[in-house]
């Protein structure tokens, strides 16, 4: 306080003459400010048209752009004022708020580096409690290896072996029982004509498979893949075996798709 | 003295178009930004995001959008508002409407 009494005795310009200027300065701006909102007053209002907003829009901007562009060209830096007292308050507050906006910021980036850091603690035990997860899977899973190697030596186990293999007998007896039946009442379709043929254009490009082979195919795609049973057909099956195998409800065909066949579920 | 910005709250599309029409083709200039509300809730829109988008282009002018009933982004919403408001009025030396709303949508399309 001391110090700025003593400014003030040093200057010709006492602080009731630095508020007069101000004063001034500010009348004069706002007679500057009346005479140009007359100006705009008399200008009017202009409407945008219906048909081509955007573009009226972008040339109205170019054109106010390029005014501003040169508007800021002519203006050159202006003293506020020369009192020194002015220019002190003025000083004073620019660095206030300068003060201020970096509070502001500093504080906003500290509230940000908690989050992270909370985020990252909270990421490291959801990590930690994955890699225990995974310890107690692979224990368990240790654990059950063993069970399964001292498996073969129980009696049930033998004895579900004998009749898997029993089965797998059985199954081979049923296969060749169909194959000798289908073999016999349903061969493949006889190539005597092949003088004939070599004259006609309907030679068949591929070798005909027996409906024993077939079948197998339907019934592997259906027992591996359950989910996708279709079977596209080419030109090896032949088509009235195919005819066969659908009307009697064997094979059923792909809802949208006429080249595509599935064996029926029978086991379902 | 002139109103230095619009905000619009979309509910019926057409009656703001209809009036868009009316206004000033002055004002496009930076001085009119869209304001959504209700965006939260989708299955309650009743205006497409993709028609708002379009009246945002054609008319050169940001969009904002803002959920009334969140404390958080009113606040915020409200605080950019007035941010943008202040250098439409002129209170911020050195920044204008147009300049504002230039460098608003620069940093939009990118």
């Given at each position: 306080?001391?110090?700025?009494?003593?400014?003030?005795?040093?200057?010709?310009?006492?602080?009731?003459?630095?508020?007069?200027?101000?004063?001034?300065?500010?009348?004069?701006?706002?007679?500057?400010?009346?005479?140009?909102?007359?100006?705009?007053?008399?200008?009017?209002?202009?409407?945008?048209?219906?048909?081509?907003?955007?573009?009226?829009?972008?040339?109205?901007?170019?054109?106010?752009?390029?005014?501003?562009?040169?508007?800021?060209?002519?203006?050159?830096?202006?003293?506020?004022?020369?009192?020194?007292?002015?220019?002190?308050?003025?000083?004073?507050?620019?660095?206030?708020?300068?003060?201020?906006?970096?509070?502001?910021?500093?504080?906003?980036?500290?509230?940000?580096?908690?989050?992270?850091?909370?985020?990252?603690?909270?990421?490291?035990?959801?990590?930690?409690?994955?890699?225990?997860?995974?310890?107690?899977?692979?224990?368990?899973?240790?654990?059950?290896?063993?069970?399964?190697?001292?498996?073969?030596?129980?009696?049930?186990?033998?004895?579900?072996?004998?009749?898997?293999?029993?089965?797998?007998?059985?199954?081979?007896?049923?296969?060749?029982?169909?194959?000798?039946?289908?073999?016999?009442?349903?061969?493949?379709?006889?190539?005597?004509?092949?003088?004939?043929?070599?004259?006609?254009?309907?030679?068949?490009?591929?070798?005909?498979?027996?409906?024993?082979?077939?079948?197998?195919?339907?019934?592997?795609?259906?027992?591996?893949?359950?989910?996708?049973?279709?079977?596209?057909?080419?030109?090896?099956?032949?088509?009235?075996?195919?005819?066969?195998?659908?009307?009697?409800?064997?094979?059923?065909?792909?809802?949208?798709?006429?080249?595509?066949?599935?064996?029926?579920?029978?086991?379902? | 003295?002139?109103?230095?910005?619009k905000s619009f709250k979309i509910s019926i599309?057409?009656?703001?178009?209809?009036?868009?029409?009316?206004?000033?083709?002055?004002?496009?200039?930076?001085?009119?930004?869209?304001?959504?509300?209700?965006?939260?809730?989708?299955?309650?829109?009743?205006?497409?995001?993709?028609?708002?988008?379009?009246?945002?282009?054609?008319?050169?002018?940001?969009?904002?959008?803002?959920?009334?009933?969140?404390?958080?982004?009113?606040?915020?919403?409200?605080?950019?508002?007035?941010?943008?408001?202040?250098?439409?009025?002129?209170?911020?030396?050195?920044?204008?409407?147009?300049?504002?709303?230039?460098?608003?949508?620069?940093?939009?399309?990118?």
């Amino acid at each position: 306080m001391a110090e700025y009494l003593a400014e003030v005795t040093n200057n010709c310009v006492s602080p009731e003459d630095a508020k007069e200027e101000l004063l001034n300065e500010c009348e004069s701006v706002w007679k500057h400010m009346e005479e140009c909102q007359s100006k705009l007053l008399l200008l009017g209002t202009e409407t945008v048209l219906e048909s081509d907003v955007k573009l009226s829009l972008l040339t109205m901007r170019v054109k106010a752009l390029t005014a501003e562009y040169h508007q800021w060209q002519k203006r050159s830096p202006e003293l506020i004022s020369t009192n020194p007292d002015v220019l002190l308050e003025l000083g004073k507050e620019e660095l206030q708020k300068v003060k201020n906006d970096l509070e502001m910021v500093l504080s906003t980036i500290q509230s940000k580096n908690k989050q992270l850091e909370e985020d990252l603690k909270r990421e490291q035990q959801w990590h930690k409690e994955q890699e225990q997860i995974l310890d107690t899977l692979t224990g368990i899973e240790e654990e059950t290896k063993i069970e399964v190697q001292q498996l073969p030596n129980t009696r049930a186990f033998q004895e579900l072996q004998n009749k898997m293999s029993k089965l797998r007998m059985y199954k081979e007896e049923l296969l060749d029982a169909l194959g000798e039946f289908l073999e016999e009442h349903f061969p493949l379709p006889e190539r005597g004509r092949s003088a004939i043929k070599k004259n006609s254009s309907e030679e068949p490009a591929v070798e005909l498979i027996t409906l024993n082979e077939i079948l197998e195919i339907l019934i592997a795609k259906l027992m591996s893949t359950p989910h996708e049973p279709y079977v596209t057909i080419d030109d090896s099956f032949w088509p009235p075996y195919i005819e066969l195998l659908l009307r009697y409800g064997i094979a059923l065909r792909h809802p949208e798709d006429p080249n595509r066949m599935r064996l029926e579920a029978f086991h379902m | 003295m002139l109103r230095e910005k619009k905000s619009f709250k979309i509910s019926i599309l057409k009656n703001v178009e209809a009036s868009l029409a009316h206004v000033d083709a002055n004002f496009f200039l930076g001085k009119v930004c869209f304001l959504v509300t209700g965006v939260g809730r989708v299955n309650y829109c009743s205006v497409e995001m993709n028609a708002i988008w379009k009246l945002g282009e054609v008319y050169c002018s940001p969009v904002l959008f803002c959920e009334l009933e969140l404390e958080g982004i009113r606040n915020a919403t409200a605080q950019r508002l007035l941010r943008m408001l202040q250098i439409c009025a002129g209170h911020i030396p050195g920044v204008s409407a147009l300049s504002f709303g230039t460098l608003m949508r620069n940093s939009a399309d990118d």
